[in-house]
């Protein structure tokens, strides 16, 4: 049974960090492109950041330069270091299997002014 587990979620001010994990099991995040969604108040999920089988990284224009997504091998997780945030980051962040219907529960980000 594959489960994937978000940490690391908060209430900051704007310009502060925070960093997300996801804990996966029953799966080797090894042999898959792992994802972070958010989903902000009464809008859709949105793509945030993917780190792909092949070590490459890829983010939306909004968090370039601010987010970096990456992952531990010997843990089975993967992170979301979140810099200068924004209060337009505040959403519901969620990682997800590539391709496949796994999906954590989300964890909470909310960013003051």
């Known amino acids: 049974q594959v489960q994937l587990v978000e940490s690391g979620g908060g209430s900051v001010q704007a310009g502060e960090s925070l960093r997300l994990a996801c804990s996966a099991s029953g799966i080797s995040i090894i042999n898959y492109a792992m994802v972070w969604y958010r989903q902000a108040p009464g809008k859709q999920r949105e793509f945030v950041a993917m780190f792909t089988k092949g070590n490459s990284t890829t983010y939306i224009d909004p968090v370039k330069g601010r987010f970096t997504v990456s992952r531990d091998l010997a843990k089975n997780t993967v992170y979301l270091q979140m810099n200068s945030l924004k209060p337009e980051d505040t959403a519901v962040y969620y990682c997800?299997?590539?391709?496949?219907?796994?999906w954590g529960q989300g964890t909470q980000v909310t960013v003051s002014s």
């Open positions: 997800n299997v590539f391709g496949k219907p796994y």
